[in-house]
């Protein structure tokens, strides 16, 4: 089998230590890469990212990971402002765990690899997110390679291909120009599936908020509401300048009815305004599902976390006679 030409391909190297920057730089080139940029910061490598969009980042999670991989995540969902959320992203890092494996997959980023690697482990390692790249899932907190087995896949969760310009470059040999207009189609349609599936799923979440948030003594009752108030900001912004349009007035109404329930009483009227708009956003957003379906879905998922809640809570002191 020829080995893939990474001749043409864009990539942008972070690392805070030069010294490994330069490292890496030199295993890129003998694997055929020419055109890499490389970086010292976090904060510069967004922006590079976001002035121009490489098909391949490298990027070190020793030193900041958390901000590496919250940046990574906001990228993924499309929040961060850079034109390709769907980028390749391999992060690097020097020991390996559980938060920090934790923090990567969570973030969406494709791969995680330890160094000290060797030429053949990351040419692997590249080729398979040339060639096999894994398809994407879309979560109400994560938009990433579906990283499930296949007994954990269920038809409630839509897979869809990532753009891929690595590919496009190094497997398919396309022009520079065939890339750019392929790779332009593909984001655009990329983009809109991104967008719809956020709308959908954080809908869902805002309805749920809605169930747990009508016992005021509730477990985590401020917290909900706060997530509740950011949440629909949220999808009030992915709403605007789009079909969904209409789903910005019903965020202003639960946006109404969160300032009521955050007065100290909180009241019954807020709480009707709260429901009646959550279950019609969600209906504006995802009308193929019923909305007594939806709702039942609601409910079922409510009483799983409140059941989880009450398991979790702490036990009372248990008094002890002298």
């Known amino acids: 089998m020829a080995r893939l030409n990474y001749e043409t391909a864009d990539t942008l190297v972070y690392d805070p230590v030069a010294a490994h920057r330069t490292a890496t730089r030199a295993v890129l080139f003998t694997l055929g890469f020419r055109n890499i940029e490389t970086v010292g910061t976090v904060e510069a490598f967004s922006e590079a990212i976001r002035k121009r969009s490489p098909d391949l980042a490298l990027c070190e999670a020793r030193g900041a990971d958390a901000e590496l ?38 973030s969406g980023a494709d791969d995680l690899v330890l160094r000290p690697f060797s030429t053949t482990l990351l040419r692997t390692r590249i080729d398979t997110l040339a060639e096999r790249r894994k398809r994407f899932v879309i979560t109400h907190d994560y938009v ?37 207009s392929r790779l332009g189609e593909q984001l655009k349609s990329a983009r809109s599936t991104l967008n719809t599936g ?12 809605w169930r747990l948030l009508q016992e005021r003594d509730a477990p985590g009752y401020d917290h909900h509401l706060a997530k509740l108030a950011k949440m629909t900001q949220a999808v009030a912004k992915r709403c605007r300048d789009t079909e969904f349009e209409p789903g910005v007035q019903l965020c202003e109404s639960i946006q109404a009815a969160v300032t009521g329930l955050e007065s100290e009483d909180g009241n019954t009227a807020s709480i009707q305004l709260l429901g009646k708009s959550a279950l019609q956003l969600i209906q504006v957003l995802d009308p193929e599902k019923g909305a007594e379906a939806q709702l039942r879905a609601i409910e079922t998922t409510a009483e799983m976390i409140r059941s989880r809640q009450k398991s979790q809570a702490p036990l009372a002191p248990t008094s002890v006679s002298a």
Do not use: Y
């Not at 961060?80 to 980028?87: A, E, K, M, S, V």
């Not at 956020?198 to 908020?209: S, T, V």
């Open 198 to 209: 956020k709308l959908r799923r954080d809908a869902f979440q805002i309805g749920i908020l």
């Open 144 to 180: 990433g390679p579906d990283r499930r087995v296949e007994t954990e896949r269920t038809g409630e969760v839509e897979l869809f291909e990532p753009p891929n310009s690595l590919k496009m470059k190094a497997k398919d040999g396309l022009s520079l120009e065939e890339v750019s």
């Open 69 to 106: 991989c919250e940046m990574i995540q906001s990228l993924r969902q499309g929040t961060g402002g850079h034109d390709n959320p769907f980028l390749v992203i391999i992060v690097t890092a020097w020991e390996k765990t559980n938060t920090l494996v934790g923090r990567v997959l969570n």
